[in-house]
Each structure stands twice: as C-alpha cells, then as structure tokens.
C-alpha cells in the first residue's frame, strides 16, 4: 500500500503563486507513475502534471509553462510549483500514484484563486 500526504493549498490572488507538496509512505523509486490531478466544482477529475515512469513528465496544456512538477527522492515527495494563477485553476488537487497496478489517492488540498 501507498499512502499519500498533501501540503501546500491556500488561499491567493490571481497572478500569485504556491508550491504543494505530496509525500508518500514509501520510496517514490518504486512507484510507476506520480503526480496531480485537480477537481473543480462540477466538474471530472482531470489532470495536471504527473511523472510517469520515473523522470518523463506529461503536463496538462491548460498549465504548461505555469506549473513545474519536481520531486526529492530522499524525502520520497513530489512537488508542484504553480505559478501565475488563474481563477481557473481554483480546484481541489489530489496526489495520486501507481503502485503495482493500484492507483492511491491522497485526501486532497483546495487551492482557491480569488482577489
């Protein structure tokens, strides 16, 4: 099993920034794939930005060149950096990872964007 803690949501202005922060309860080597997904009010879970066999990223086009998604090893925890938020992007973010075929979800953390 995988269990997945976020950290990082909040409150902030448009054009604003926040880091969120997903650790996992084992060593990320051994996860398949890991990253965000986001969910808006009304609407389907939809992705954001993932690792997906280790290093190779796929990011969704609606945040290419706002988000970066990092992760440390050592501290077996991915990170998203999102920068110049939209109102749009208001949404509650959800880590995810796959671990022998089994897809883990953490409790998820609101990101909301409002002036």
């Known amino acids: 099993q995988v269990q997945l803690v976020e950290s990082g949501g909040g409150l902030v202005q448009p054009g604003g920034s926040l880091r969120l922060s997903c650790t996992a309860s084992r060593s990320i080597f051994s996860i398949n794939t890991m990253g965000w997904y986001r969910q808006a009010p009304g609407k389907q879970r939809e992705l954001v930005a993932v690792f997906i066999s280790g290093s190779r990223t796929n990011y969704a086009d609606s945040v290419k060149a706002r988000f970066t998604i990092s992760k440390d090893n050592a501290k077996n925890t991915v990170y998203l950096q999102m920068n110049s938020l939209k109102p749009e992007d208001t949404a509650v973010y959800y880590c995810?990872?796959?671990?022998?075929?089994?897809?883990?979800w953490g409790q998820g953390t609101q990101v909301t964007v409002s002036s």
């Open positions: 995810t990872a796959n671990y022998l075929e089994y897809d883990y």
